[in-house]
């Protein structure tokens, strides 16, 4: 399955700064902490130090982001992020439905300690 995000302007304008001055990288996340099952989730945007081992490259309009391929079944293959106005909350969609309306940044530490 190939992946492709597409970041509006708002939302490349909101992180620019953030990826270039923090030197992380973005990953779309499947996050299913405190959901009960691993598919129960819901998609999260983290910026983290380097990539795990199960993580792939996804190309977009703005900068790589990595997703675990164990949870590519996850997303659909077209996705967008853009940024609610006047917030730093992201939002995920697609052509045919919203996969997150409230996504923040999540900065995550080395281990996946957030």
């Known amino acids: 399955m190939s992946l492709y995000i597409t970041f509006t302007d ?4 909101a992180l620019a700064s953030i990826v270039a001055e923090s030197g992380r990288q973005l990953k ?13 989730g819901v998609p999260a945007l983290w910026l983290v130090d380097k990539a795990d081992e199960d993580d ?6 703005f900068v790589p982001v990595l997703v ?21 909350v992201f939002q995920l969609k697609s052509p ?19």
């Open 10 to 13: 708002a939302a490349k304008r």
């Open 28 to 40: 779309l996340m499947f996050d299913t902490d405190g959901c009960g099952c691993l598919v129960d």
């Open 56 to 61: 792939v490259v996804v190309e977009t309009n």
């Open 68 to 88: 675990e391929r164990s949870r590519l079944i996850f997303f659909d293959e077209t996705m967008t992020i853009d940024v609610k106005p006047g917030t730093t």
């Open 96 to 114: 045919g439905q919203t996969l997150n309306g409230h996504m923040p940044l999540v900065e995550v530490k080395s281990g996946h300690e957030r």
